[in-house]
Structures are given as C-alpha cells and as structure tokens.
C-alpha cells in the first residue's frame, strides 16, 4: 500500500516526468532530500521510479508508476 507521500510523489513525477532529488524535497516541501529518501527507495524496489543520468542524477516515473497514477496498477 503507498502512502501519502509515496503517492505525492508519483504525481510530481507524472506531471513533471524528469525531476532532481534537490526539486522533488522543494515541491514536497522538504527542507531536504533526506526526508523523501525512504519513499523514493520503497517506489524504486517497486518498479515505480527509476534514476537517469542526465546533468546530475535524477528521478523518472516508470511506465509501471504511470500505471498506478492513472489507478490501472
């Protein structure tokens, strides 16, 4: 089951689709990334999230995360 956050955080990524660590505390009101870093890991063992190097490391939705935002998951 995913919590609040844990669903926060897939819509960011839904809307967003490509979102630094530093962004995703910012728009969830985190004075840091530390807070998140719990969900983030559960969402990524769970096949919702993934990580891209682009300028830096950052945070994808997976098409499976998609799935669970639109409520087909």
Known sequence: MLSDTDKRILEILAKQQLVTKAELARML????????????????EMGYVDKVESLGTCLVITQKGMRMVNGEG
């Open 29 to 44: 009101g985190k004075d840091s990334y530390d807070g998140t870093h719990a969900n983030v890991s559960r969402l990524m």
